[in-house]
């Protein structure tokens, strides 16, 4: 038997993720302004890891009290706050993390759906979220792997290039090593 190469002939699905990551798309480059686009970008590669953890968990459940999604398309409906994983550094960065949720990963990367409209305040300034439930697209989980490396490569870039910049100061390997394990330790403990 000989070995064959394996063929198929249908389109690869990709997107720039690195780009999706960083621009804002046509959805929110009108409602975002840039520097919140960079605090929520800041935001979501600190936690974003996290963020996507707690989508997979509600994706094995379907349905919610709005729409019971019978045919299983999407995750368990909740409201956006219920997304975020508990810790505390979460819980400080919670209003940023809602944002991040809903500009993001709802309007942004299309990850998440609304079940129902959101209520958008003009007077005060708000989208009132309180009683949306959002849910992931069950054929868009392939796609946080994706997004998940993405954070994997910023954060070893960020310790690559602090590292460098520690060793061009003090030409120590010693305090290359040190800085490379507290950016490590850092980063562990933003899921506390």
């Known amino acids: 038997m000989s070995f064959k190469r394996v063929f198929e002939a249908n389109q690869f ?13 046509e959805r929110t480059k009108d409602v975002v302004p840039l520097w919140a686009w960079i605090r929520m970008t800041v935001v979501e590669l600190l936690v974003g890891d996290e963020l996507l953890e707690s989508l997979v968990t509600t994706a094995s459940d379907s349905g919610c009290p709005e729409d019971p999604d019978v045919k299983g398309k999407f995750g368990r409906g909740q409201h956006l706050s219920h997304h975020i994983p508990y810790g505390l550094v979460n819980k400080l960065l919670r209003p940023r993390l809602l944002e991040v949720l809903y500009y993001k990963y709802h309007l942004q ?3 998440l759906d609304s079940v129902a409209p959101v209520a958008e305040s003009r007077t005060e300034n708000i989208i009132d979220v309180t009683r949306t439930r959002f849910r992931l697209h069950k054929d868009l989980l392939g796609e946080l792997i994706a ?10 870039c960020f ?13 120590e390997f010693e305090a290359v090593v040190l800085s490379a394990l507290s950016i490590e330790a850092i980063r562990r403990m933003l899921k506390l």
Do not use: E, I
């Open 109 to 111: 990367y299309l990850l």
């Open 147 to 156: 997004f998940r490396r993405v954070y994997v490569v910023c954060w070893t």
């Open 13 to 25: 699905r990709s997107r720039g993720y690195v780009g999706t990551l960083f621009r804002r798309g």
């Open 159 to 171: 310790n690559l290039l602090v590292d460098a910049v520690v060793f061009l100061v003090w030409q």
